[in-house]
Nanobody
Framework: QVQLVESGGGLVQAGGSLRLSCAAS????????MGWFRQAPGKEREIVAR????????YYPDSVKGRFTISRDNDKNTVYLQMNSLKPEDTAVYYC?????????????WGQGTQVTVSS
């Protein structure tokens, strides 16, 4: 299975920025999309951003649109999440996700998560 390792989380003051990285290795399927999800205490995991490895499609929910930017480097098998204008409500564990080509069932992998804490 694809292995994903996140890095770049930490503590930042409201209004600040962080850049998360996710490196993929040991690929057992062709990665079609990569994305970021987050989960805060007492809440369900929610999508933050998704990008096709072709770069042709990018998705953001309204909660982060205009503040977060997802990008990828196919040569390095790495996806990034640039987070600007951070708010306390952005505090969560952020998880990297990779998916194979659209199929049923669809190949999928998750990273271990990295903590992002935004103070006021």
């Amino acid at each position: 299975q694809v292995q994903l390792v996140e890095s770049g989380g930490g503590l930042v003051q409201a209004g600040g920025s962080l850049r998360l990285s996710c490196a993929a290795s040991a690929r057992t399927f062709d990665i079609y999309t990569m994305g970021w999800f987050r989960q805060a205490p007492g809440k369900e995991r929610e999508i933050v951003a998704r990008i096709t490895m072709s770069g042709g499609y990018i998705y953001y929910p309204d909660s982060v649109k205009g503040r977060f930017t997802i990008s990828r480097d196919n040569d390095k098998n790495t996806v990034y999440l640039q987070m600007n204008s951070l708010k306390p409500e952005d505090t969560a564990v952020y998880y990297c996700n990779a998916q194979g080509v659209p199929a049923i069932p669809r190949d999928e992998a998750w990273g271990q998560g990295t903590q992002v804490t935004v103070s006021s």
